[in-house]
Every structure is written in structure tokens, then in C-alpha cells.
């Protein structure tokens, strides 16, 4: 199961069935749930016989007896896991906007690394009530990492190519396309060029 098609659980999934020499569409068939409570109710119930799913959902899932049968972050794969996307025009016609928002972007991310209490009272609120400590504390320590939230809020231009990959199965434009097409990194590394992004890490 897969939130739908085009997603990240779709590239995802498709990803570790290659490593596995299975084809999607041949050997499995990829259905999509929605999201990822929907999708860890799914594979409980035995409506699909497996599903990709993320914290907090995968820590629920171990505590009511499901097997996690790959663990696609012990497998090499560098993916773009989230991201904030307008059009050249916006960036053009707004530029002072967009460089506000990324610099209140970066101090979100640090915010979240130094506060960790914060940070998982803030996960509660946004998982839903009724999530145990153990759970939202486990959620935390799953993706406060450097491949999901870099301190320094770079796009990665070789996740964003194993996106393309992905999708060159699908679209034949994916295969010509360039993940630098995909990109501005002009507020980002300015910001990390005066040293604001330093800094904020150097602070007690």
C-alpha cells in the first residue's frame, strides 16, 4: 500500500522492489490507501499485505505484531523527503518573501534540534491525541537526522535525481529532465554564506 501514485511512498516502494529484483505492476501490485494511519489500518486488517509506512504509524505498527520487513533508510537510498516549491515568477516578483520564508524555514529546523521538548509537544499536536510518549519520542528520534532535516536547508540535488529516476519509468520528460531544472539555492546559500545558519547553532 502507497499513499498514491507519484508520491513519495510510491518512489519509495518502487525503490525497495528493485533492490529486491521485483517489478511493480508484475510481481506486485501497488494500491493506493491514502495516508499513513489509512495505510497502517490496511495492512492490520489484511486489506493489503504490506505498506510503506513512517513514523509515527511504523512504531504503532510494531506494537501491534506487524514485521518490518525493509527498513529503506539502511538501504542507501538519498531521497528529497520534503521541500517548499513556488514558481520562478513568485521567487522574481517576491524575492524578499522568499527569503524571509526560508530564513523562519531554517529557524523552524533549529528550533526543532535544540528544543526537543517543543518539538515533540508539537508532534503530538499535529499526530493526534491518544499517541503515548514512548511513540512520539521514538517519532522524534526516527527523523531528527541529517537526511531528513539538514541544519543547513540545502536541496539535494541527488535525491531530487533519484526522483527522476523514479519517474523516467512513468514520464518520459523525467528522462531528459535535470534535478538543477528543479532548484534555487540562491536564498539558502546566502543564508548560510553570512553565517546566520552558523550562528544559530553556536547560541547556548
Do not use: C
Amino acid at each position: 500500500a502507497i499513499s498514491r501514485f507519484g508520491s513519495a511512498t510510491d518512489t519509495i516502494a518502487r525503490f525497495a522492489l528493485r533492490r529486491v529484483s521485483m517489478t511493480p505492476g508484475k510481481d506486485v501490485t501497488l494500491v493506493q490507501v491514502g495516508s499513513g494511519p489509512e495505510r497502517l489500518s490496511a495492512a492490520l486488517t489484511g486489506r493489503v499485505t504490506a505498506a510503506v509506512i513512517n513514523p509515527p504509524s511504523s512504531f504503532i505498527a510494531e506494537k501491534k505484531g506487524l514485521a518490518v520487513i525493509a527498513d529503506v533508510a539502511q538501504m542507501g537510498l538519498v531521497f528529497q523527503h520534503t521541500g517548499a516549491a513556488t514558481t520562478r515568477k513568485f521567487i522574481k516578483e517576491h524575492a524578499d518573501t522568499v527569503r524571509r520564508y526560508v530564513r523562519s524555514h531554517v529557524e523552524a529546523v533549529h528550533k526543532m534540534w535544540t528544543d526537543k521538548e517543543a518539538t515533540i509537544k508539537a508532534l503530538g499536536r499535529y499526530m493526534g491525541s491518544g499517541l503515548d510518549r514512548e511513540i512520539l519520542q521514538k517519532s522524534y528520534e526516527n527523523v531528527m537526522t541529517e537526511a531528513f532535516y539538514p541544519k543547513k536547508q540545502y536541496p539535494s540535488i541527488e535525491g531530487l535525481k533519484t526522483v527522476l529516476d523514479d519517474a523516467a519509468e512513468r514520464d518520459p520528460r523525467a528522462k531528459t529532465a535535470k534535478p538543477e531544472q528543479f532548484v534555487d539555492m540562491t536564498f539558502i546559500r546566502e543564508l548560510d554564506q553570512s553565517g546566520f545558519i552558523d550562528g544559530l547553532y553556536k547560541k547556548k
